[in-house]
């Protein structure tokens, strides 16, 4: 197996340079080039060619590699398939908006929580990633963006997001954080302190592990938090996503506003509106009726949040349904009526499957 130079302490990596009779002063040269992201030794250009060559047969540079690369057609989403030394497959995605450049990236390999509406889950849970893992699916953007194809290209002429480096981070992609809290925690420490993203453009999201929440209140860092909430009922909620089974939802919710409340934050709630098709191919609302939004306002009077209303995105193995316009307008009017701050999220990158909830490994399995 090949030694990830990542990984290795600064130490480790002058040991393993002099074993290769090299001057100490490589290590370093090679350790900025791990800092900036570099995806193999050929583009570590100080490097004389026959170490590069050398460096190839024996190590990687970070413990993920990319297999796969896909854009939107838009320009401005990019996914990435990546594989972990033990050939376990996850993917992260890179944003590029008006705000700045966002990364979504993933906490687990797979997701044990098996919500009903995410194909993240269609595998169950692998295990957790590390630290390094984690922190390197930011490298690779970052890499990326410095090296983007669409970066002569002004997306955004009134923003601000045409620069090259990663702003915002979203612990959203594929895996449930607050399950590997300890390493979320590692990697966003490592996030603010390495490569200076502040607390506030960190967004961590969760099913509602309340006793994670709580630990994140603990923690005491400025973060944003967001809870996918998805029903306005126990009942309802219990069906679509497990974990209400044993957080309820008032409990999760009781722990996220303490959550805010500490750090002055608004709560951010995501809301997939889901419906589904009956016997006469039309849509019935799920969790989308005009009284589901007023029990979704009562439910959050009073609450400093901001609701993100997500129209369902096609995933071929589930059998939901997208609500029409009019239904998502009229649920959204409904919640603004009743003083509740919302908005509809705009979906990126539905064409290369990376909007929410469509984060899955095989549908771009083995297409190396
Ligand atoms: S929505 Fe999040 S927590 Fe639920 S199954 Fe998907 S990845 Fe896991």
Known sequence: MKTILFNLTDTELVEFITKLRQPKFRAKQIREWLNRGAPDFKSMKNLPEKLRLDLDCIAQTLPVRIIKRLDSSDGQTTKFLLELNDCEQIECVLMRTSYGNSVCVSSQAGCAMGCKFCASTL????????????????????????NDKFSDKPIHPNGDANNNDVSHIVIMGTGEPLQNIENVIGFIERANSDMGIGWRKITVSTCGIVPGIKELTKWGRPINLAISLHAPTNELRSEIMPINNKYKLEDVLDAATEFSNLHNRQLMIEYILLGRKNKDDETELLNSTPEHAEKLSTLLKGKNCMVNLIPWNAVDERDFAAPSGNAVHRFQDILIKNGIHTRIRRERGQDIGSACGQLRLNNTKGTK
């Not at 590390?130 to 410095?146: D, F, H, M």
């Open 123 to 146: 595998l169950g849970l692998k295990r957790n990633l590390t630290v390094n893992e984690i922190y390197s699916q930011i490298l690779v953007a970052q890499w990326e963006l410095r």
